[in-house]
């Protein structure tokens, strides 16, 4: 199938990973950036969101909590399963024609290429997190969108993906994303519990 992807659009894609992977480079961003693909980097995060949506939306906490996770899983799948076979894109640190100018910072592995499974699964988390916390969570929706980009930035940047790989897991994801919040929502909103009515007194009192 990748045999079939246009020309130009190939020579794009190279471009764009020569001046993110090749010509980006510095000592600082060699150390850092490799850190924000590691899942335990973001583990915090994941607790956070697990234990605040629990804590102060109860049931509907978590229903977000297994939908959240079942976006993840529906994202995985879909790429590592049924995409990536199908389209068969060899990595960039596994391509002959790349190894003198590639500068891997991670191990390479010797799965597919396109979509990346990275950006997939962290657009589908953060865009469902965007579209079910944006009420409660001032600045979720840059707060996530940057989360996600910025680990499909780390994809290229370390030498395991191509620019269009990321692009394409984003969409992906975010398709996913959207739709597992859509899903969310015809039954549940996020809420908090409206104080009893003397609580409310009380407080409007204070």
Sequence with gaps: MWDKVPEWLLKADLQAW???HVNGHTAFLDWLIPFFRNE???APLYIFLLVYVTLNFKKAGWVWCVLF??????SDHLNSAILKPYFHRIRPCNTPELQGILQLLVPCGGGLSFPSSHAANHF???IFSAITLSKNLKYAWV???LWAMLVSYAQVYVGVHFPLDVLAGAVV????GALFAIL???RFKLRKPALPATDAVEVHNQ
Excluded: K, P, S, V
């Design 69 to 74: 996770f079942a976006a993840f899983a529906c």
């Design 18 to 20: 020569m001046a993110i």
């Design 124 to 126: 589908a988390m953060g």
């Design 184 to 186: 969310f929502h015809l």
């Design 173 to 176: 994801g975010g398709t996913i």
């Design 40 to 42: 335990n980097l973001w």
């Design 143 to 145: 707060f996530f969108i």
